[in-house]
C-alpha cells in the first residue's frame, strides 16, 4: 500500500492584506495569501487567494515550507490557536517568520487587542513545535520615542493639507527620526521597542 505525499507549496502569508512582502521572493515561488473578509480593512483593498475565518487555515497538513504572519497576532482572536494552525501546515525544518507590535498606538480599531513579550513569544511558538527561535527588536528607546512622536503629532494636529504634510515631514519629522535611529545604532538597540520580529524553524 502507497501513501500519496503532499503537494508543498512554497510560501503561505497569514493576513497577507495586499502582500507587501511577495516582491522578496523569487516569482517562480508560489506565493499565496490568506485574510479574513471585513476586519481594519476592506476586501477590496487586499490581495487573498483564500478568505478563512481567523483561526482554521484552509490548507492541509505539511504543505508548506515558508510561513509568513507579519502584524497579525494582537488582531487575531485565538493568537494560540492560529500559531497551532500555523505550525500544522508547516513541513519540518520550514521556517516561518512573526512579528507583533509592542510599543505601538492602537490600531485598526476595534481589532487590536493584545502585545506580547518576547518570552511570551517563544513560549507560544515552543508550544507549538518550533524551535531555533530568533526574536530581535526592531527599535530601541530612541526609534520608539521618534516614531511614536511622530504619530503624536500626525494625530494631535489632524492634517488635511497634504503639501503641509509634506513639507514638516521633510524638514522636521524625517531629521527626528534619523537622529533617534542612528542613536538606536549607538546603543544597540537598548530600551523599548516598536515591535518584535521572530524566525523559528518547524521541528
Avoid: W
Avoid at 507587501?20 to 473578509?37: K, V, W
Avoid at 531555533?132 to 488635511?160: N, P, W
Avoid at 542612528?182 to 524553524?201: C, E, H, N, P, W
Wanted: with cysteine.
Amino acid at each position: 500500500q502507497t501513501c500519496a505525499l503532499p503537494i508543498l507549496k512554497d510560501v503561505l502569508d497569514v493576513g497577507c492584506g495586499i502582500k507587501p512582502y511577495r516582491s522578496l521572493f523569487p516569482a517562480s515561488q508560489e506565493y499565496l495569501g490568506i485574510d479574513i473578509q471585513g476586519g481594519g480593512h476592506t476586501d477590496e483593498a487586499k490581495t487573498v487567494d483564500k478568505y478563512y475565518d481567523g483561526l482554521n487555515i484552509p490548507y492541509g497538513d505539511s504543505e508548506f515550507e515558508t510561513l509568513i504572519c507579519t502584524q497579525v497576532l494582537e488582531r487575531a482572536t485565538d493568537p494560540d490557536a492560529l500559531v497551532k494552525e500555523s505550525a500544522r501546515v508547516m513541513k519540518s525544518g520550514g521556517k516561518a517568520f512573526f512579528s507583533m507590535p509592542f510599543t505601538y498606538p492602537e490600531h485598526e480599531q476595534p481589532y487590536d487587542f493584545r502585545r506580547f513579550t518576547r518570552f511570551e513569544h517563544k513560549r507560544l511558538l515552543e508550544k507549538h513545535g518550533f524551535k531555533d527561535i530568533e526574536i530581535r527588536q526592531t527599535t530601541g528607546f530612541f526609534g520608539t520615542f521618534g516614531q511614536l512622536f511622530v504619530i503624536y503629532a500626525f494625530e494631535s494636529m489632524k492634517f488635511r493639507a497634504s503639501l503641509l504634510k509634506t513639507i514638516l515631514s521633510v524638514i522636521i519629522f524625517a531629521p527626528i527620526q534619523i537622529k533617534a535611529l542612528l542613536l538606536d545604532l549607538i546603543f544597540r538597540k537598548s530600551g523599548q521597542t516598536m515591535d518584535y520580529v521572530i524566525a523559528a524553524t518547524k521541528k
